[in-house]
């Protein structure tokens, strides 16, 4: 019987214990997502490298195994201020501490250790895949006009591949998002807030699997976030790029999508330095590319993303 490519389900659930099951289930923990991308079975291939009396081929033994899985997820609000996110785990996963603010925000910002991990299974239409003690890393994107979106990357512990019916997901809690567009989205750079064809940042967790005696285990070993933003070139009078890359000036990082109460969601940075300045074209108009590192103040503070 065809299996159809359309077919397909990801649940996504905080472990207690790191690499027990957690058990997700479609009701309570189904992840809304797209563009999605299974690497269902990584590790090494070793060959035996036997001395032979013959040529040919000696296969080799899988070992060192695990999975990854990939997927997007749009960026909106939870439908009411203070209210967790329902893409909230993935963050948490991804090494971002979550801090409630009842009926204000939800806050998330990056940390150096006591990582939390997630229980992942996601089904090819009848085919169950258990990936446990998944951590991962993310990139945002806001583009106009698109819709701005998370690309979330998980790595975990190989769990079980079995047949199992198709979950009922529920997918109420998420938010349907708004594009990217001067209404919709303000974003400011080292407090200039001129023309700009989208930005990005990227976590950049080094998640490294750890496959030990005795133990195993998905580590987020180190975070060295980046990002890209694109502005309309204007007058060095009103603000020079080059100048500011060179003098390895910091500024802060603003920038914010939704306008509606329980649809909004903010991004800061106190301290982005910027790389080298390139130029690049589009629609005829001369655009500054600029990278841009983002750096930590006492710890742990480099960037956060306010839902409220």
Not at 172 to 182: A, E, H, N, Q, R
Not at 276 to 287: F, G, L, S, T
Request: charged content about 15%; aromatic content about 8%; hydrophobic content about 45%.
């Amino acid at each position: 019987m065809s299996k159809f490519a359309r077919n397909k389900a990801v649940l996504v659930k905080l472990e207690t214990a790191y690499g027990a099951d957690a058990v997700p289930t479609g009701a309570a923990n189904a992840m809304q997502v797209n563009n999605f991308r299974p690497e269902p079975l990584l590790g090494q291939d070793v060959s035996r490298e036997l001395m032979l009396p013959y040529m040919g081929h000696q296969g080799v033994i899988l070992t060192g195994n695990y999975g990854r899985v990939a997927f997007d997820v749009e960026i909106a609000g939870a439908g009411a201020a203070g209210t967790v996110p329902a893409y909230g785990p993935l963050l948490r996963a991804c090494g971002l501490a979550e801090t409630v603010q009842a009926g204000v925000s939800v806050v998330y910002n990056p940390v150096s250790s006591g990582h939390e991990a997630c229980s992942i299974y996601y089904f090819m239409d009848g085919i169950r895949h258990v990936l446990l003690g998944a951590r991962g890393t993310f990139t945002l994107n806001l583009t106009p006009p698109q819709i701005p979106r998370f690309s979330f990357t998980f790595t975990g512990l190989l769990g079980t591949i079995s047949d199992q019916a198709m979950p009922v997901a529920d997918f109420t809690k998420f938010i349907k998002p708004v594009p990217v567009s001067k209404a919709n989205t303000t974003f400011s750079l080292h407090g200039y807030a001129g023309a700009c064809e989208g930005f990005s940042i990227d976590l950049a967790n080094d998640v490294q699997q750890r496959l030990l005696i005795n133990d195993e285990s998905m580590k987020i070993v180190d975070r060295l976030m980046t990002g890209q933003a694109t502005m309309e070139a204007v007058a060095l009078a009103t603000i020079n790029w080059f100048a500011i890359a060179q003098a390895h000036t910091t500024g802060v990082l603003a920038g914010q999508h939704g306008v509606t109460a329980g649809n909004i969601i903010g991004f800061g940075a106190n301290r982005v330095q910027l790389g080298r300045p390139a130029y690049q074209e589009n629609q005829k108009i001369i655009n500054n590319q600029l990278g841009l590192m983002l750096l930590p103040t006492a710890g742990n503070d480099e960037f956060t993303i306010t839902v409220k």
